[in-house]
């Protein structure tokens, strides 16, 4: 499966962003989706991840509140939508796909190519 993230930009805090990742090829309904992010000089962060269905999902503490992932199989796309973004949220956002749930990035077979947020205080 090939994915494609889109939306990231600049934004003040306290704004609002919505990214999404499609996804090329069969069966995207089979996988676990997830968003993780890259600030400069750090390594990757789990984000969020989404259940094949989208009835469950998770998130790392420091966006609950904040964030919601959801998918629509239809469309072949998983959504990020980001709200009271911080400047601590900027970083590069990507997506990924895998056969299993969690937030480790190896559970993860596919990804996509970022999407970069930039937030201004």
């Known amino acids: 499966v090939q994915l494609q993230a889109s939306g990231g930009g600049l934004v003040q805090a306290g704004g609002s962003l919505l990214l999404s990742c499609a996804a090329s090829g069969r069966s995207f309904s089979s996988y676990r989706m997830g968003w993780f992010r890259q600030a400069p000089g750090k390594g990757r962060e789990f984000v969020s991840c989404?259940?094949?269905?989208?009835?469950?999902?998770f998130y790392t503490d420091s966006v609950k509140g904040r964030f919601t992932i959801s998918r629509d199989n239809t469309k072949n796309t998983v959504y990020l939508q980001m709200t009271t973004l911080k400047p601590e949220d900027a970083a590069v956002y990507y997506c990924?796909?895998?056969?299993?749930?969690?937030?480790?990035?190896?559970?993860?077979?596919?990804w996509g190519q970022g999407t970069l947020v930039t937030v201004s205080s």
């Open positions: 990924a796909a895998g056969t299993r749930y969690g937030s480790d990035p190896d559970l993860y077979d596919y």
């Open positions: 989404v259940s094949r269905s989208g009835s469950s999902t």
